[in-house]
Each structure stands twice: as C-alpha cells, then as structure tokens.
C-alpha cells in the first residue's frame, strides 16, 4: 500500500536545512569588509609613520574582529537551526551570543565575555522576535497589502451624511440629491425653474 501524501500544510512545515558553511564564509566576507573600512578609517585619524599600510599593521585587529564575529554568527545561527530543525528567533539569539563573546575576547576578562555575548544574544533575539525590521512585527504575508489598505482608507472614510451635516451642504460638499434639493429651493424662493443634470429635454 502507497504511502499517503503529505498535506500542502504540512510539506509547507517542513523545514529546509540550511547550508551554514557557504553562509558562513559569505558572511565572513562582507563582514570582513566592513571590519576593513573601519579599520581604513581609523587609521586615517592617528597620526604615525605607516602610512596607509597602517589600516594593516595597526588596525588589522579589527579587520579581523568583524570578519570573525560575522562567520561565527552566520555558522551558530544556521547550525543551531539544522539541528533543531526550527527557524525562529532562538538561532539568531544563538549566533549573537557567539559573535559577543568574540568581542569580548579583546578584554580577556571573563566579566566581558559573557556580557558581550549576552547583550548581543538578548539584542538579536529581541530584533529577530519582532519581525526583524525597524518598523515593528512584519505583516502577514498572506493578506494582499493593496487589499488591507484599501480596506483601511474605507474603515477611516469618514460618511458624506456625518460630513454634510458638520460643514453644511454646499457646491462642493453635498450629499446625493443636492441638485434636485437646490432646484426645489431656487423654485420655491424664486419661482425659477433651475434643470437638473440628466434631466430629460423635450
């Protein structure tokens, strides 16, 4: 007998392993990049006889503190995700502490290494919990955005009777009806007969 076949939810609950060595080493890269900038930077704000090989053989330390603390991230992140088999806030909590205590180590105090490691862990898991924007919980993406705004502006539309009945009724402002309510009063007042629009011509 066939084995049966998994429901579209649960091939979609599936979890995707994840190549943590190839995102390791990319990370390392751009991280290491960023380590080098900041590294040219400060090399250009101290005065000394090395030149520009100074970003080098002065700053280097911090070349390679960021092209560590990025691999290290990376590979924690994605490695502790293959092995619970879950992609939530937990990985990067895992990965920022990694990374932390990598900063740490520049104190070499222990002290340092474990709070390093724990602010970073608390401050990635809260960033990753949240949606892992700036901007707050991301939208479901199964809702259309182009629907639930629509449905906002309607939900914050304002009636035309509720606006009518505070501003008053004008040319420009009217509730339906305002043309044959206009004709009747210039009729009344005046005994002019005012046409309305769409009104039948003989």
């Known amino acids: 007998m066939a084995d049966p076949q998994p429901s579209q939810d649960q091939v979609e609950e599936l979890y995707q392993p994840k190549d943590a060595i190839t995102a390791a080493i990319k990370a390392t890269g751009v991280t290491g990049a960023a380590g080098a900038f900041v590294s040219t930077i400060q090399n250009t704000l ?45 990985n990067p909590a895992v990965g920022g502490f990694f990374a932390g205590t990598l900063m740490g180590l520049r104190f070499r105090s222990p002290a340092l290494i474990l709070g390093y490691g724990t602010g970073l862990s608390a401050l990635l898991f809260a960033f990753s919990f949240t949606g892992g924007t700036l901007y707050g919980y991301q939208k479901d993406p199964t809702v259309d955005e182009v629907s639930r705004k629509e449905y906002m502006r309607k939900n914050r539309r304002r009636p035309i009777e509720q606006t009518v009945n505070e501003l008053g009724e004008s040319a ?23 046409p309305t629009h769409g009104a039948s011509t003989s």
């Open 46 to 90: 101290v005065r000394h006889n090395a030149g520009a090989w100074g970003a080098i053989t002065r700053f280097g330390g911090t070349t390679a503190l960021f092209a560590a603390m990025g691999g290290a991230y990376e590979f924690t992140k994605n490695a502790s995700a293959n092995l619970r088999e879950k992609d939530d806030a937990y």
């Open 172 to 194: 420009h402002v009217h509730a339906p009806g305002y043309e044959q309510r206009r004709a009747q009063r210039i009729k009344e007042a005046y005994g002019i007969d005012v």
